[in-house]
């Protein structure tokens, strides 16, 4: 399970998803959940990799997580 880094893009305001230990940052293109009680879930990235959040409540952004990859893998 890497651990991930999500902000806030600056200029467009998108959500921009990190992996350090890979050095790679990619747009998410859509995530599962994202409403006032509960954010997270099923992450799809511009790159058309997915990623899984545990759902927690929405988070004040820059954060650290960790994130499975979708299917299992670490």
Request: glycine share 10%.
């Amino acid at each position: 399970m890497p651990e991930v880094m999500i902000s806030r893009s600056k200029s467009d305001d998108r959500l921009i998803f990190y992996v350090p230990k890979k050095d790679l940052e990619e747009i998410v293109e859509s995530l599962e959940f994202d409403t006032p009680d509960k954010w997270g879930g099923k992450v799809v990235l511009g790159d058309g990799q997915e990623f899984y959040l545990e759902p927690i409540a929405p988070p004040k952004l820059p954060i650290t997580l960790r994130a499975k990859r979708a299917g299992g893998g670490d």
